[in-house]
Nanobody, 124 residues
């Protein structure tokens, strides 16, 4: 059974850092595209960062130079390191996997399996 489980969310002050983890099971994360998405209250879900099966990464403009996505194939886990966090980063963050190669890694439609999410709150 394919499963993705996020962890690492919580409360952080503006300017602080958090690292989210996406533990994958039932498949080899390194063979798939894995993306991080977030949904803030009252807003649509948006793609934040993604890593392809070849290790290429893509970021939303709003998080570029602040967030870093990485993959540990030995642990079958994908991470999202968040730095210099802002109140607008507050959201529920989900990871997702999909067998996809192309130019649209931040588009949710290319992902098939999703985790339940972890909540991130940033205080000002």
């Amino acid at each position: 059974e394919v499963q993705l489980v996020e962890s690492g969310g919580g409360l952080v002050q503006a300017g602080g850092s958090l690292r989210l983890s996406c533990a994958c099971s039932g498949f080899r994360a390194g063979d798939f595209a894995v993306g991080w998405f977030r949904q803030a209250p009252g807003k649509e879900r948006e793609g934040v960062a993604a890593i392809s099966s070849s290790g290429d990464t893509d970021y939303a403009d709003s998080v570029k130079d602040r967030f870093t996505i990485s993959s540990d194939n030995a642990k079958n886990t994908v991470y999202l390191q968040m730095r210099s966090m802002k109140p607008e980063d507050r959201a529920v963050y989900c990871c997702a996997s999909g067998r996809y190669t192309g130019d649209y890694y931040l588009y949710e439609g290319v992902y098939r399996n999703w985790g339940p999410g972890t909540r991130v709150t940033v205080s000002s």
